[in-house]
């Protein structure tokens, strides 16, 4: 698979190369990306199952990955995309064709979908202020994923029910995960299990409400994602400091707005794309 | 490289793939609780049920289940069959479960019998037997495979 993977991934490279290699992909982060892409080769088992590992795609899951010290939003958005691109076409077995319409599983225009979307943030909000409250209080927690009850992220540790794995952000781009990562046992990291602990009440209102991921930015605004892939995700924002966004702006991770519907006069949802 | 270095080495690879199995597994089986989408599932054959109007020559409508199959994302799609008299439609409905009841997003009907249905990753794979030219109402005798994927709430024909 590894083969496989360097093969595709030469020739992607060389494609991108010559047609429209974004600028942000300079030779550092080129390296960083495909020592990212052999880590998950090695980490993750092959499967010939078609979309298997859609879970693993979704908000700030493993293969999710963020260039976080990328300055420009664009170039963040862009990245996202073409991420999904690289890792889907190596671990998700689907044609290409049916590979650029998985987007569509997380987009609704119309009314009925966003109705239910609606209904599920205002049933979550009502009974996790407690929660939301302590997370944002925390200056230690700035992301909580959920994948399922035993396997989560806080931060940039993948926690399970074995081990740890804790991700340093690449030197150039920030990707997170990286090839830079720790493996540790529960019993010795005692910190990131305090963490874990601060944080189970919160994971246990967003596995009910089957929240995917909750993160906080520099403005202490908590971005509720109740879903997403690649670039589009859509949730509820819980602002402090800011005001409600408009259309065409962008989010705390690079992503524009797309749909924006006030909820209150510090909340409101949203989908970006 | 000495023994132990492979040793450390090969333990670390284990370790690293442990993570990456725990997270196929994961996406395999899901999380739901088992017990809500059951009681959703058999809410939905239940509302199936439609009685008959006893002035006007009507049968009873029941739906029967044969199987189904939850999603990564929380939907639930059932194969059941629609009976009223002699009527008889192999259906297969997407339903997504919620905190306080089902949402039916969408159904179809299968012209022939159901033979069997399998999900592969996200993939319904159902072997039906359709009807052949001459083929009586009773018996469908061709067999033929159908693939459906789920996109933005709708089954879709692979």
């Known amino acids: ?273 | 490289m000495s023994s132990f270095k492979k040793y450390r080495l090969k333990n670390s690879r284990f370790g690293l793939k442990s993570f990456g199995l725990i997270a196929l597994f994961v996406s395999l089986t899901g999380y739901a609780t088992e017990q809500q989408i059951q009681q959703q599932v058999d809410a939905f054959i239940q509302n199936q049920y439609k009685d008959h109007f006893p002035e006007l020559v009507s049968d009873d409508e029941v739906g029967r289940l044969k199987r189904f199959y939850e999603h990564i994302d929380g939907r639930v799609s059932i194969f059941w069959t629609y009976q009223s008299g002699n009527v008889w439609l192999e259906k297969l409905t997407l339903i997504e479960v919620q905190n306080d009841g089902y949402n039916e997003l969408s159904s179809i009907s299968f012209n022939g019998v159901v033979e069997s249905t399998n999900k592969v990753g996200e993939e319904l794979v159902i072997q039906l037997r359709t009807y052949d030219e001459n083929d009586p109402r009773c018996c469908p005798s061709k067999k033929t495979t159908l693939r459906y994927s789920i996109y933005n709430g709708e089954l879709i024909e692979l």
């Open chain 1, 1 to 273: 698979m590894l083969n496989k993977m360097l093969l595709s991934g030469a020739f992607l490279f060389s494609v991108t190369a010559m047609a429209d290699m974004p600028a942000y992909f300079n030779n550092e982060i080129d390296q960083e990306y495909r020592a990212v892409l052999k880590h998950m080769d090695e980490m993750m088992p092959q499967t010939d199952l078609e979309l298997a590992y859609l879970p693993s795609f979704y908000p700030f899951s493993i293969f999710d990955i963020h260039a976080t010290k990328l300055k420009n939003d664009k170039d963040k958005q862009a990245f996202t995309n073409f991420n999904l691109g690289v890792l889907g076409s190596q671990f998700l077995n689907v044609e290409p064709q049916v590979g650029t319409k998985l987007p569509n599983l997380v987009i609704c225009k119309k009314d009925k979908c966003t109705e239910q979307r609606l209904k599920q943030i205002s049933s979550f909000l009502a009974v996790s202020e407690e929660q939301i409250l302590a997370f944002k209080n925390n200056i230690s927690l700035n992301l909580v994923q959920l994948t399922a009850p035993n396997v989560y992220r806080i931060n940039n540790t993948f926690y399970s029910p074995t081990q740890l794995l804790s991700y340093t952000p690449s030197k150039y781009a920030g990707f997170v995960p990286s090839a830079d990562y720790k493996i540790l046992s529960p019993d010795t990291a005692s910190s990131l299990m305090e963490l874990s602990a601060y944080s189970q009440k919160l994971r246990d209102l967003m596995i009910k409400h089957k929240v995917a991921a909750v993160t906080k930015d520099k403005n202490d605004s908590v971005n509720v994602i109740f879903g997403g892939l690649s670039d589009n995700h859509w949730g509820v924002v819980l602002l402090d400091k800011s005001n409600i966004p408009r259309k065409g702006d962008r989010n705390a991770i690079g992503l524009e707005y797309d749909v924006i519907k006030p909820l209150s006069e510090t909340s409101f949802y949203y989908q970006t794309n």
